[in-house]
C-alpha cells in the first residue's frame, strides 16, 4: 500500500507540476490567468483518443500530433480571443472560462458524454515490491521528468528563455533590453498549451476521457500555484508533488477517498491563502506604477 | 542626438509634462534635474517609449494616458515607436531604482541586457568591457543579483544597459540612496562611460556632483523647463539654486 501511495503520488505530482507550470508561464509572462488550461489538457486527451483508437495512429505520433494541434489551437484562441482584451483582467477571466466551458461543449458534440478510454501507450506491468506498476506508469512518469527537464534547459540557457524569464520578473525592463513582450507572450503560450497538450497526452491512457476531465485538475493546479506562490515555477513544482501525495493519501488511507479528491484541494488552498497568502515561494513582482 | 519638442504628457487629467523640449548632442553629457516630482522619470519614460507602452496596456480603461509632441532621436521620429523598437536604435534607459531581475544572478542580467546582440562573440566582448568598467561584477558574476548591495545594483544596471552597444544611454538617478563614496564611485563610471563615446542623458537630484561634470544642464520643475545652461550659470540664479536645486 505504501508503495502504492508513492507510485500514485509521484504521478499525480508530476502531472499537477506539467499543468501549474505552464500556468504560470503564461501568467508571469502575460498576466493572463487561463483558466481555459486544463480544458487544453483535455482537448489533447481527445486528440490521443481519436487519432489512436479511431484512426489506428501509432502511439507516438498520435502524441506529436496532439501537442501540435493543441499548441496551434492555444496559438489561435490566443490572438483572436485573449489578446485583444489582455488589458482587462477580468474580461480575460472570463473569456478564458467561456473558453473552457466551450471546448468541454464541442467535445460532448463530437464524441458525446461517454466515458472513453485510451490503450496504454506500453501495454504490461512490472511487479515491484509486490505491487503492480504498470508500464504506462512509468511512460507517464518519465516523459513528464524528461520533458520538466527539456523545459530547465530551455528557460535557463537559451536566448529566448531568458527572456522569458526576463519578462516574467519584470516587464518594463524586458521591454528596455529590446524584448519584444507580446512576442515573448505568445511564444510562453505557445509552451503553456504545450506543456497542458502533453500533460493530457502521456496521462490519457490512466485516466478516463470525458468531457468533464478538465474540472479535477484545474482544481488541483490552481491549489498547487496558491501553494507554490504565484509566479514561482519553483513553486509550483514543490506544491504539486506535496498535493500529489497529499490526494494520493487521502484516496488511498481514508475510506472512499476518491469522493474527497477535490475537497483537498479546496482545503489546502484556503488554508494556504488564511495562513500564508504568498503560497511557499511567493514571487515579488516589480511594481509597475 | 536626441530632440524633444514640446512634449506634453497627461495621466488622466493630471499634466505631468507640460511642453518641454530639450536637445542632446552626440557625445554629450547633459543633465536632467529639479526636484522629486518634477517628472524627470516620466520625460525619461516617454524617451524610451515606456510611457507609450503603459498608454497601451490601460487601452480603454480609466486613467488614460495622452501624449502630444514630437521626440526625435538620430533623425527619426520615435514618440510613437514601441520600446522595444526605440532599443534597438541604440537609445537605452537604465531605469529608475536600478530595476536588476532579482531572481538571476549578475552574469544572467548582464546576458539579458545583451539580448539585442546575435553574435555571440560580440556579447562576449561586451561582456568582457563590462567587467573591465565594473570589476566587482566579475567577482559577483554567479550572485543572485537581488542579494548585491544598492551601489553593486546600480553597477549592474549600468552595465546591464551597456550590454547592447548603446548610442545614447538615459540613466535614471543612479545616486540615489546611495553612500557618499559610492555616488562619487557612480559618477566617476559615468564619466568614463563618456569618455568611450557613448552619449549620456542623466537624471539626478543631487546637483552639485553633476554640475562638475557637465557641459549642459535642464533643470525641471512641474513638469515644465524653467532653466537651461551650465552648472555655473545655473547656480548664480539665487532664486533657482534655493528653490529647485536646494543648495
Ligand atoms: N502612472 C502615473 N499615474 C499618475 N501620476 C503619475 C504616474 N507616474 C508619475 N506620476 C506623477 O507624475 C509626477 C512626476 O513624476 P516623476 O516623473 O516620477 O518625477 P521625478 O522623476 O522628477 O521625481 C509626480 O507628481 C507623480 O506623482
Ligand atoms: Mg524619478
Not at chain 1, 512509468?138 to 524528461?146: A, E, G, I, K, P
Not at chain 1, 516587464?171 to 533590453?177: C, D, I, S, T
Not at chain 2, 566582448?125 to 558574476?141: A, D, G, M, T, W
Not at chain 2, 548585491?148 to 548610442?167: D, T
Request: contains cysteine; hydrophobic residues 50%; aromatic residues 8%.
Amino acid at each position: 500500500m505504501i508503495f502504492d501511495i508513492v507510485i500514485t503520488s509521484l504521478i499525480k505530482g508530476s502531472t499537477y507540476a506539467m499543468l501549474a507550470i505552464g500556468f504560470s508561464l503564461i501568467f508571469g509572462v502575460a498576466r493572463i490567468v487561463n483558466i481555459a488550461h486544463t480544458a487544453f489538457y483535455m482537448v489533447a486527451a481527445y486528440c490521443i483518443f481519436y487519432t489512436t483508437t479511431q484512426l489506428g495512429f501509432n502511439p507516438i505520433l498520435a502524441i506529436f500530433v496532439a501537442v501540435i494541434l493543441v499548441s496551434l489551437l492555444g496559438l489561435i484562441t490566443f490572438k483572436l480571443l485573449i489578446a485583444p482584451i489582455r488589458e482587462h483582467e477580468a474580461a480575460v477571466l472570463i473569456a478564458t472560462i467561456a473558453l473552457a466551458i466551450a471546448l468541454q461543449e464541442v467535445m460532448m458534440i463530437l464524441f458525446t458524454g461517454d466515458y472513453r478510454s485510451v490503450p496504454p501507450l506500453v501495454p504490461g506491468f512490472a511487479t515491484i515490491m509486490g505491487v503492480k506498476v504498470f508500464y504506462q506508469q512509468l511512460l507517464t512518469f518519465v516523459s513528464v521528468l524528461v520533458v520538466l527537464g527539456l523545459m530547465y534547459l530551455f528557460l535557463q540557457y537559451t536566448r529566448l528563455g531568458l527572456a522569458i524569464r526576463a519578462t516574467a520578473q519584470d516587464r518594463e525592463v524586458a521591454n528596455l533590453m529590446g524584448m519584444n513582450e507580446s512576442q515573448v507572450a505568445m511564444l510562453a503560450m505557445g509552451i503553456s498549451v504545450g506543456l497542458a497538450g502533453v500533460t493530457g497526452a502521456v496521462l490519457a491512457p490512466l485516466s478516463i476521457v470525458e468531457p468533464h476531465m478538465w474540472n479535477h485538475p484545474l482544481a488541483m493546479m490552481l491549489a498547487v500555484v496558491v501553494l507554490g506562490g504565484l509566479g514561482s515555477i519553483k513553486g509550483s513544482l514543490y506544491a504539486a508533488f506535496i498535493l500529489g501525495t497529499a490526494e494520493a493519501l487521502v484516496v488511498f488511507m481514508i475510506p472512499a477517498g476518491a469522493y474527497l479528491k477535490g475537497a483537498v484541494a479546496l482545503s489546502i488552498m484556503v488554508f494556504v491563502l488564511l495562513v500564508r497568502p504568498a503560497g511557499l515561494f511567493g514571487v515579488q513582482f516589480e511594481e509597475e506604477r | 542626438m536626441l530632440e524633444i519638442n514640446d512634449l506634453t504628457v497627461c495621466y488622466d487629467k493630471a499634466m505631468i509634462l507640460n511642453g518641454i523640449s530639450l536637445r542632446v548632442d552626440e557625445g554629450e553629457l547633459v543633465s536632467l534635474v529639479g526636484p522629486n516630482g518634477a517628472g524627470k522619470s516620466t520625460t525619461m519614460r516617454a524617451v524610451s517609449g515606456l510611457v507609450q507602452w503603459e498608454k497601451a496596456q490601460h487601452r480603454g480603461n480609466e486613467g488614460d494616458i495622452t501624449i502630444k509632441g514630437t521626440i526625435e532621436f538620430m533623425g527619426h521620429p520615435i514618440h510613437r515607436k514601441p520600446a522595444h523598437k526605440i532599443a534597438e536604435m541604440g537609445l537605452i534607459l537604465c531605469p529608475e531604482r536600478r530595476r536588476p531581475f532579482k531572481e538571476m544572478t549578475v552574469f544572467e542580467n548582464l546576458r539579458a541586457g545583451a539580448y539585442m546582440i546575435k553574435d555571440k562573440k560580440e556579447a562576449e566582448h561586451n561582456l568582457q568591457n563590462v567587467y573591465k568598467l565594473f570589476p566587482i561584477l566579475q567577482e559577483r558574476s554567479h550572485q543572485l543579483s537581488g542579494t548585491l548591495s544598492g551601489g553593486e545594483q546600480q553597477m549592474l544596471a549600468i552595465g546591464r544597459s551597456l550590454m547592447c552597444n548603446p548610442k545614447l544611454l538615459c540613466i535614471d538617478e543612479p545616486s540615489t540612496g546611495l553612500s557618499p563614496i559610492m555616488r562619487a564611485e557612480v559618477f566617476r563610471k559615468i564619466m568614463e562611460i563618456k569618455a568611450m563615446g557613448i552619449t549620456v542623458l542623466l537624471v539626478e537630484q543631487e546637483v552639485s556632483m553633476v554640475f562638475k561634470m557637465t557641459q549642459r544642464n535642464y533643470v525641471l520643475s512641474s513638469g515644465k523647463i524653467i532653466a537651461e545652461g551650465s552648472g555655473e550659470e545655473l547656480l548664480k540664479d539665487e532664486v533657482l539654486r534655493k528653490t529647485y536645486l536646494g543648495m
